[in-house]
Each structure stands twice: as structure tokens, then as C-alpha cells.
């Protein structure tokens, strides 16, 4: 009976330091290359899907609201992808992107210094984070959305997390403002970088209990300089000024459990 008892135990010893699995059949299983060894109990993920959803919707009211076509006399013929209509992207000489003109984006709720400053449209700190300034913006954001946040609202529940989104995206818009007084700026690269912030502050914390550490590493720095790059190369999208403040703010905001 107690050599059955610590047979048990070695294997549940085993399996929680996630070195090595097996199936019933005795053939060696590997281990996910994102995981962590001591396994809990995993929240359902729900907010970033829902913000994934909101994200994609806006966008789509936005190209509604452009109507290509219809406003843009300068460039007859020049929208791309007529096909679609009302919904199709501006010039690509003014907006490489494939999205919305900027005036559209700045009637929408597009983060602009004079407009909060000096016409106290403060709103507009929080409309921009769910503008983006085309399709290609809003195609990375998402997926960068999608690899960080459903992991770390499994982790941590979505309140943590929304709180992050928000709060970071808000920090995010304030700096802009400060330094971009020139453009508009939209997107959710602060909340993004929130994210991502978080996501490194709990990797430093937690650098032991992963399997493969080489991989949570080239992960984000491979969506640091996507998202970075994408910023700094646009004029419509945020800039990285924005997304540096996210990222300082989901990096302090991040609690471990």
C-alpha cells in the first residue's frame, strides 16, 4: 500500500514540472512550447474576444461612415478595392493603410491636441483606442491582441486584465497627446502595450516555471517590433511614444496572483 502511495507521488511530482509526459500507451508526449510547469486552474477567456469583436466593428462603422466614393472627387476612380462600395479603402496616397481618410477618423473620436486641449473634447482620449487607421493597423493589433491577452486573461481573470487594457490605453492617449500635436493619433497600440508590459512582468516574475524560455522570449520581441514598427513608419497610426507608455503602465500594473 505505501509503495503504491509513493509511486503516486512521483508521478504527480513528475507532472507538475512538466519535463517529460507520457500517454497511456507509454509514448513520450512533449510539452506545449508556451506553457507553465505548475499547472492552475484557468480563467475562461471572454473580454479580449470581446475586444477583438469591438475593435473589428468599429472599424467596420468607420468605413460606412467614409464612404470612399462618394466624398472623394480629387482621386476619381483612385479608391481601392471599389468592389466593396461605401466600404472601400482610401488611395493608397492617403492612406496606405487601406482604412479611412483622416478627416473621417478625426470626426469619429481620433486623438488630436487641439481638440483636447484647447476644445476640451477630453472623450477623445478613450474614442481613439478603438479607432484604427486601416485595415493592415487593425489586423496586427488584433493578432498581437489575440496571442497576449487570451493567455493572460486565462491566468488572471478579466477584470485584472480589462483594467490593464483600459487604464493603458488611456496612459497611452494622455502621452500622445502631449507629444504628437501635429496628427491625429489612433489605435490600441497603449492598450496593446499594456498588455505586453503585464506579459513581461509576470514572465520575470515567473522566469522558473516556464518550459521553454526561449520561445516566451522571441515571442515578445517579435510583437514588441512588429507593433513598434507599424507605429513609427505611419503617420495615422500611433506613434511609439504611445506605445512606451502602455507598456510602462501594464508592466507596474501587472500583480502576480
Known amino acids: 500500500m505505501s509503495g503504491q502511495d509513493i509511486e503516486r507521488g512521483q508521478r504527480a511530482n513528475k507532472n507538475r514540472t512538466g519535463s517529460s509526459s507520457s500517454n497511456n500507451n507509454g509514448a513520450h508526449v512533449p510539452s506545449p512550447p508556451y506553457l507553465i510547469e505548475d499547472t492552475e486552474t484557468q480563467w475562461t477567456s471572454w473580454l479580449v474576444p470581446m475586444f477583438v469583436v469591438a475593435n473589428v466593428a468599429v472599424f467596420i462603422v468607420v468605413m460606412y461612415i467614409n464612404d470612399c466614393p462618394k466624398h472623394d472627387q480629387a482621386f476619381k476612380g483612385k479608391c481601392v478595392a471599389r468592389f466593396l462600395g461605401r466600404f472601400s479603402f482610401e488611395p493608397l496616397r492617403k492612406n496606405p493603410l487601406l482604412g479611412s481618410s483622416s ?11 487641439t481638440k483636447v486641449v484647447q476644445k476640451h473634447q477630453g472623450w477623445r482620449l478613450i474614442t ?3 479607432l484604427h487607421a486601416g485595415i493592415i493597423h487593425l489586423l496586427v493589433n488584433m493578432l498581437c491582441l489575440v496571442f497576449i491577452g487570451i493567455r493572460l486573461e486565462q491566468q488572471f481573470g478579466f477584470v485584472r486584465i480589462g483594467v490593464i487594457y483600459l ?3 488611456f496612459g497611452g492617449s494622455v502621452l500622445s497627446c502631449l507629444f504628437i ?6 489605435g490600441a497600440s497603449g492598450a496593446l502595450f499594456g498588455l505586453l508590459g503585464a506579459m513581461l512582468s509576470e514572465l520575470l516574475t515567473n522566469w522558473s ?3 521553454n524560455k526561449e520561445f516566451c522570449r522571441m515571442l515578445i520581441i517579435s510583437l514588441t ?3 513598434f514598427s507599424l507605429g513609427s513608419s505611419l503617420v495615422l497610426s500611433c506613434c511609439p511614444v504611445l506605445g512606451t507608455d502602455g507598456l510602462m503602465a501594464g508592466t ?3 500583480v502576480p496572483p
Open 103 to 113: 478627416h473621417t477618423l478625426e470626426k469619429l473620436g481620433g486623438l488630436e491636441w
Open 181 to 186: 500635436r501635429n496628427s491625429i493619433s489612433v
Open 252 to 254: 507596474f500594473l501587472e
Open 167 to 169: 487604464l493603458s490605453g
Open 128 to 130: 481613439c483606442i478603438w
Open 225 to 227: 517590433l512588429v507593433d
Open 209 to 211: 516555471l516556464y518550459t
